[in-house]
């Protein structure tokens, strides 16, 4: 059985910064892992959708993790794994687990679109395999396959699968996993911003966030005050977040998170093919945003100055 660790929280899904010939931007990539730990999230997650894994080759997965590890002190770095190849996946699986991964967030395999006791069958073969934390990653909007609740519970029995990401956009499907899996010691995360506080109200644990890129801070705010009880304050600060969590996602992630990051000079919006740069028409917008949270903040220090 693998060592646990505490998926509660919020846990950034990492951009994978390039630079001007599309290498990797190691001192850019630890960097921002220091600014995010420093912010108070609760792990990292590199190398999964939003760190563009789809263009990386296997070694610069491995090498983006170990870089992550060696920059951060006391966050658990979750490696993302997963493949539509079933060999894929426990290859890099075991790489990362060998390159010192505290856990593996591992994406249903896409394009080929098993049936459910393939699925099954997929994390099984990897679970059994690699003595690590693993999350089961359900976005069917880019996998084309939907992972059924009955598929999850199951699952959620094996001591190495440790939790689930929901990114279904389906409300009731991930209540039930909650649900049905409230026996186990089993984590349901939201893998859509705009959802994560519904879903810590039946029954989540955190996030695996894009918008905590952007803005940690309120995140893990939002989320503490949700896990704590404190639907007001929540309610609260994920209105503050509705206009950034819409605005992300204005075309496919990870473009428009790439774009704020270089706006609030974290890194650079530069892409590897086939993505590309965010559209003019909807970068004013994306700036405005990004321009309204941080008077918000300003203003919010500027009074709690003025209290003391």
């Known amino acids: 059985m693998s060592s646990a660790i505490d998926l509660s929280g919020v846990f950034p899904a990492m951009c994978t910064p390039f630079d001007e010939d599309e290498r990797i931007d190691f001192e850019t990539l630890q960097a921002d892992a220091q600014r995010l730990e420093a912010a108070g999230v609760d792990g990292l997650v590199p190398v999964g959708s939003t760190g563009e894994s789809a263009t990386l080759t296997h070694d610069e997965h491995v090498r983006v993790v170990e870089a992550v590890i060696e920059a951060v002190d006391d966050v658990p770095v979750i490696a993302g794994t997963g493949s539509n190849n079933t060999r894929e996946a426990l290859e890099l699986s075991e790489r990362a687990a060998e390159a010192g991964a505290d856990g593996l967030l591992l994406i249903s395999p896409y394009y080929n679109k098993p049936e459910q006791r393939g699925l099954i069958e997929h994390y099984r073969t990897i679970a059994d395999a690699v003595d690590l934390p693993q999350i089961v990653y359900n976005v069917p909007s880019r996998t084309g396959r939907n992972i059924e609740p009955d598929t999850v519970v199951e699952l959620a029995s094996h001591d190495n699968i440790a939790g689930f990401k ?36 039946v029954g989540g644990t955190g996030t695996i966030s894009v918008a905590a890129n952007i803005e940690p801070e309120r995140t893990c705010a939002m989320v503490g005050a949700a896990l704590d009880g404190d639907y007001e304050r929540a309610r609260s600060l994920h209105h503050e977040l509705g206009p950034l969590f819409r605005g992300l996602f204005v075309e496919t992630n990870p473009i428009p998170v790439k774009e704020a990051m270089q706006i609030r000079g974290y890194g650079p919006a530069r892409m590897r093919p086939p993505l590309s740069r965010l559209a003019e028409e909807y970068r004013d917008d994306l700036e405005a945003v990004l321009a309204d949270l941080e008077r918000d903040t300003t203003e919010v220090a500027d009074a709690a100055e003025g209290d003391r």
């Open 166 to 201: 929901a990114a279904s956009g389906d409300l009731g499907q991930i209540g039930e996993i909650a649900e049905c899996t409230t026996d186990e010691d089993f984590a349901v995360l939201s893998g859509d911003d705009a959802l994560t506080l519904p879903t810590i109200s």
